[in-house]
Nanobody, 121 residues
Framework: QVQLVESGGGLVQAGGSLRLSCAAS????????VGWFRQAPGKGREFVAA????????YYADSVKGRFTISRDNAKNTVDLQMNSLKPEDTAVYFC??????????????WGQGTQVTVSS
């Protein structure tokens, strides 16, 4: 079993930055792919970014490429999402997810409870 806890959400003005963190406990973290998804009001959950078990491979949704960066620290059991140049359309609840399979998909087996990110115009 894996427990994921997100932190770092909040309210920021357009053009600003936020850093989300996902802390994991339970099963060996370093064997899992980890990523971020988001869900805006009235919309489905969508993929944002993911990183493989070693950190050697990452991929991003087209909508966040060049603005968001995902990283991990297996010694600390954390995965961070640095979000720069934020836009109002980035407003959503952001969820951390993990799974042994790569690439990471909506079918991921482990999920956090989510953290709210609100970007004001």
């Amino acid at each position: 079993q894996v427990q994921l806890v997100e932190s770092g959400g909040g309210l920021v003005q357009a053009g600003g930055s936020l850093r989300l963190s996902c802390a994991a406990s339970g099963r060996t973290f370093s064997t899992l792919a980890v990523g971020w998804f988001r869900q805006a009001p009235g919309k489905g959950r969508e993929f944002v970014a993911a990183i493989n078990w070693s950190g050697a491979s990452t991929y991003y949704a087209d909508s966040v490429k060049g603005r968001f960066t995902i990283s991990r620290d297996n010694a600390k059991n954390t995965v961070d999402l640095q979000m720069n140049s934020l836009k109002p359309e980035d407003t959503a609840v952001y969820f951390c997810a993990a799974d042994p399979r790569w690439p990471l998909r909506l079918s991921a087996g482990y999920w956090g409870q989510g953290t709210q990110v609100t970007v004001s115009s």
